[in-house]
């Protein structure tokens, strides 16, 4: 058996979006999956997920061939057909609802199953050009990035290789070890040389572990936690003045706002000792080269993007941006200057078709008429990326309006997910080695394209050759259909001005890496008067602004546990799970061992729980059935719950998010997966 090294680009929902190195055993067949070493970020590194990719691209249950549904809804009864039946019935099923009730009853759904520009976006050029409702991507970033945007107005910041300068290391609401492991090489790379780690966390994950000092805030209460650090910072002399009136919007105002928000205040919100608030804020203040990264964790709550602002204030205060190995970051998003005009069709936008949040995807199968936004109900859904039966909040209601006969839904999907087994038709997709794709990422700044490696599996097709055989039979003429999808990258990368397909994949990528002064806004930030706002216009940021506090504190709207719901559940992600990708792999589940709840050690005892007893967790939207696991590092009022386990995988087959609530977050939406107040019971 002969075998080669093809550079590709890991396609998944993560910030690292590695380059990759694949052992091409066949023109059907792959071996192991290396990080690229030629791309400094990656350095040769891959996780653990990605390493065994062929146990996924070769799993015996990858779907196929196009099935139509021959069962009840959620059976996962299903005949095979071929490709022009499953098209055809699928434009005559959407021509209809169409016909009868107008384009925005169709609803194209999709997320991030691929990070890659074409087939994650694609799905767009036929939304707009078919005026079907558009869709608001509300899972991941549309609290954490108005959070950040309010202060520095845009999402750049320094090379995180730029830690191994640094003289302190503040992980903040990221489980580097488990969810981005090259962030955490580099970070241990400035310990060897001698920096103190600080991990902000509301558990001790595999990253606080390793760290000097672990806070662990209770969930959704950072903003009070970044005040008092800010209010010991001012009050003790770290705060750079200079800096402060070159650089920021009010700082004179902003510190008497935070005399009042002392480390005893904060204690009392937090559940972290005044001390050791005071403690961290002195060592961050101690010197300029303190280098913040930070996470969406601390933003999955109705508070989110607040407290995501009162963090990145900290770099402002004591002027850390000023040095290498100083600063924050939250995502090199804006560095990738990409014209997508042909990829998502934005020629043909008609701004009067509603956009619908994909979060409150239950409230809208189940008839809404506010998240419906007062238009005609969703009759028919598109879904290619994504598993929303898992993965969306209220996954209960998720599941009633799935299983609404008068709702037509097609899946484009690897597996028989959840989403799937609703399905009336479902197409077998291609994987990320078998087509072709454009890639950008927010962990670093290397635009990448990944070609195709190996033949296509079955009778799979990638998600842009579906939706070009189906523009076809909806009478939709977007000439991006008439492409193929290099023809798209290529056409894309010219339109940008950067290099060619080939030459980005000769070269593993093209460095978008802005000089220093850019990236630590020496230049000024990225607002309309260049400071850096700790006095934000939310209005300007989303449409739910109107409540929001003038400045950085503990804004107190979350769900806060009660008499009846004693405590706050998160679900983080876990290490060999990605979202619900890899849940279908023997080894990710074997490490996963099964859906656990970590419950801190005392409240165990107290319970009189040793661990893998089960408990019942719950609330008003439902209850779920799993195995306790005794834990230091938490508050005794705080659960968590590790991964997206899918529902067959709980004791009564309800999983994790039918606790977790739709509504959304301020000011811009957004799911609030670790806002959750809820009982455990023993006596199941």
């Given at each position: 058996m002969c075998s080669e090294i093809v550079k590709s680009v890991c396609p998944h929902d993560c910030p690292s979006v590695c380059a990759l190195e694949v052992q091409k055993l066949s023109t059907s067949q792959i071996g192991k999956v290396n990080g690229s070493r030629e791309n400094p970020f990656t350095n040769g590194l891959v996780c653990g997920k990605v390493?065994?990719?062929?146990?996924?691209?070769?799993?015996p249950d990858r779907l196929l061939?196009?099935?139509?549904?021959?069962?009840?809804?959620?059976?996962?009864?299903?005949?095979?057909?071929?490709?022009?039946?499953?098209?055809?019935?699928?434009?005559?099923?959407?021509?209809?609802?169409?016909?009868?009730?107008?384009?925005?009853a169709i609803w194209p759904f999709f997320y991030a199953g691929t990070m890659g520009h074409v087939?994650?976006?694609?799905i767009k050029r036929l939304t707009h050009e078919k005026r079907y409702s558009k869709m608001q991507g509300t899972y991941c970033v549309a609290l954490s990035s108005p959070g950040w945007n309010a202060g520095v107005g845009t999402q750049r910041g320094p090379n995180v290789l730029e830690m191994e300068k640094s003289d302190v290391i503040v992980i903040w609401g990221l489980n580097a070890v488990s969810s981005q492991i090259h962030l955490m090489t580099h970070a241990l790379k400035g310990v060897k040389n001698g920096a103190k780690l600080i991990v902000v966390d509301p558990y001790k994950n595999k990253t606080a572990e390793k760290a000097h000092l672990h806070l662990a805030p209770r969930p959704g209460t950072d903003g009070a936690l970044a005040?008092?650090?800010?209010?010991?910072?001012?009050?003790?002399?770290?705060?750079?003045?200079?800096?402060?009136?070159?650089?920021?919007?009010?700082?004179?105002?902003?510190?008497?706002?935070?005399?009042?928000?002392?480390?005893?205040?904060?204690?009392?919100i937090t559940g972290?000792?005044?001390?050791?608030?005071?403690?961290?804020?002195?060592?961050?203040?101690?010197?300029?080269?303190?280098?913040?990264?930070?996470?969406?964790?601390?933003?999955?709550?109705?508070?989110?993007?607040?407290?995501?602002?009162?963090?990145?204030?900290?770099?402002?205060?004591?002027?850390?941006w000023r040095v290498e190995g100083g600063g924050a970051l939250y995502s090199q998003g804006n560095l990738a200057?990409?014209?997508?005009?042909?990829?998502?069709?934005?020629?043909?936008?008609?701004?009067?078709?509603?956009?619908l949040d994909q979060s409150r995807i239950g409230e809208i199968l189940c008839g809404s008429k506010e998240a419906l936004k007062n238009g005609p109900p969703v009759k028919a859904l598109f879904i290619q990326n994504t598993n929303p039966l898992s993965v969306a909040p209220d996954s209960e209601a998720v599941r009633k309006g799935f299983a609404r006969e008068d709702l037509f839904t097609c899946v484009h999907e690897q597996f028989m997910t959840e989403t799937a087994q609703y399905a009336d038709i479902v197409l077998p997709a291609t994987m990320f080695l078998e087509h072709d794709d454009l890639y950008t990422a927010s962990g670093h700044g290397t635009l990448q394209v990944g070609k195709k490696v190996i033949e296509t599996t079955g009778e799979c097709k990638s998600n842009h050759e579906v939706l070009s055989l189906l523009a076809k039979r909806l009478g939709a003429t977007h000439e991006g259909f008439e492409k193929t999808a290099l023809e798209l990258i290529e056409e894309t990368l010219k339109a940008s001005g950067y290099p060619t397909?080939?030459?980005?994949?000769?070269?593993t990528g093209e460095d978008l890496y802005v000089d220093f002064d850019e990236a630590h806004f020496i230049n000024g930030f990225g607002t309309a008067d260049k400071k850096f706002h700790f006095k934000p216009d939310w209005s300007a940021l989303g449409p739910n602004a109107k409540d929001m506090p003038v400045f950085p504190d503990h804004w107190d709207v979350i769900d806060e546990k009660t008499v009846e719901r004693p405590f706050r559940l998160i679900t983080p992600p876990s290490q060999n799970f990605l979202n619900s990708s890899f849940t279908e792999t023997r080894t990710s589940r074997l490490k996963e061992r099964c859906p656990e709840v970590l419950v801190n050690n005392r409240i165990m005892r107290k319970l009189g729980l040793s661990d893998g007893d089960l408990v019942r967790i719950g609330n008003d939207r439902a209850s779920v059935v799993?195995?306790?696991?005794?834990?230091?590092?938490?508050?005794?009022?705080?659960?968590?719950?590790?991964?997206?386990?899918?529902?067959?995988?709980?004791?009564?087959?309800?999983?994790?998010?039918?606790?977790?609530?739709?509504?959304?977050?301020?000011?811009?939406?957004?799911?609030?997966?670790?806002?959750?107040?809820?009982?455990?019971k023993v006596d199941l």
């Open positions: 390493a065994r990719y062929a146990e996924r691209l070769h799993h061939y196009p099935m139509k549904r021959v069962g009840k809804k959620g059976e996962g009864k299903f005949a095979r057909i071929t490709w022009d039946e499953a098209l055809d019935e699928i434009a005559e099923r959407l021509l209809t609802v169409e016909k009868a009730l107008g384009s925005e087939m994650r976006d694609g005040c008092a650090v800010m209010h010991v910072l001012f009050k003790e002399g770290f705060a750079d003045r200079d800096y402060l009136a070159e650089y920021t919007d009010v700082p004179t105002e902003f510190e008497e706002h935070l005399k009042s928000k002392t480390p005893e205040w904060a204690e009392e972290i000792p005044a001390h050791t608030i005071e403690a961290f804020a002195r060592l961050y203040g101690s010197t300029k080269k303190s280098f913040l990264r930070i996470g969406h964790g601390m933003t999955r709550s109705r508070n989110g993007a607040h407290n995501m602002h009162a963090v990145t204030c900290l770099p402002a205060v004591t002027g850390a200057s990409l014209d997508k005009t042909l990829i998502e069709g934005r020629d043909v936008i008609d701004e009067s078709v509603r956009t397909a080939n030459e980005l994949v000769n070269k799993l195995n306790a696991v005794g834990v230091n590092g938490q508050h005794e009022d705080t659960l968590v719950v590790e991964g997206i386990w899918p529902s067959s995988s709980f004791v009564e087959g309800r999983g994790i998010n039918s606790l977790t609530s739709s509504q959304p977050g301020y000011p811009n939406n957004g799911a609030v997966y670790h806002d959750t107040s809820v009982w455990m």
